[in-house]
T-cell receptor, first 115, second 112 residues
């Protein structure tokens, strides 16, 4: 079975540019999560979706960040305009729907560097 | 706020030894999960223990949960060099359905 697929794996861009990160969750999973990982702050939940609907976006740091899930097999995280402090590894994860909290399956992340 | 805090932050042992990592959390939980992260990769789920369980085993892994102390431990027996990774605990709070809150992790190094 294919796991969670993220693209690109690496992104280097100049500040002010728009950045779009992509995620394909595991087929059949109803919940999708976007995380950011940095040395200083560890792993932070940015937003999660259930059945393609955003449930909690309280972790999204600023209005420059937006996320969409147009269908069950695709999600994007967009940063516009990007800033150097956005540099981090961004992970997408998915899980099957369960009120008790099922294990999450992570992609290998997008390493983002904003110059 | 972080639901889980791992201790120690870093641990270095010889191959064949046991490794114990501890996790403390702040609020009541439905379940607690342990994940492993190899360098440059995503997190991989290891084991889940529910709030009404006290101990769980999976291969060389043993997890305990003490809800009265709000703590959990992960024991890896007969460690191997391939166990070198960061280990995270993460809790699902009683009040939320699907949000995991991760600790800062323990970096385990197993020396051959």
């Amino acid at each position: 079975d294919a796991g969670v697929i993220q693209s690109p794996r690496h992104e280097v861009t100049e500040m002010g540019q728009e950045v779009t990160l992509r995620c394909k969750p595991i087929s059949g999973h109803n919940s999708l999560f976007w995380y950011r990982q940095t040395m200083m702050r560890g792993l932070e939940l940015l937003i999660y979706f259930n059945n393609n609907v955003p449930i909690d976006d309280s972790g999204m740091p600023e209005d420059r960040f937006s996320a969409k899930m147009p269908n069950a097999s695709f999600s994007t995280l967009k940063i516009q305009p990007s800033e150097p402090r956005d540099s981090a590894v961004y992970f997408c994860a998915s899980s099957s729907q369960d009120g008790g909290g099922q294990p999450q399956h992570f992609g290998d992340g997008t390493r983002l560097s904003i110059l | 706020s972080q639901q889980g805090e791992e201790d120690p932050q870093a641990l270095s042992i010889q191959e064949g030894e046991n490794a114990t990592m501890n996790c403390s959390y702040k609020t009541s939980i439905n379940n607690l999960q342990w994940y492993r992260q190899n360098s440059g990769r995503g997190l991989v789920h290891l084991i889940l223990i529910r709030s009404n369980e006290r101990e769980k085993h999976s291969g060389r892994l043993r997890v305990t949960l003490d809800t009265s102390k709000k703590s959990s431990s992960l024991l890896i027996t007969a460690s191997r060099a391939a166990d070198t990774a960061s280990y995270f605990c993460a809790g699902i709070s009683s009040g939320s359905a699907r949000q995991l809150t991760f600790g800062s992790g323990t970096q385990l190094t197993v020396l051959p």
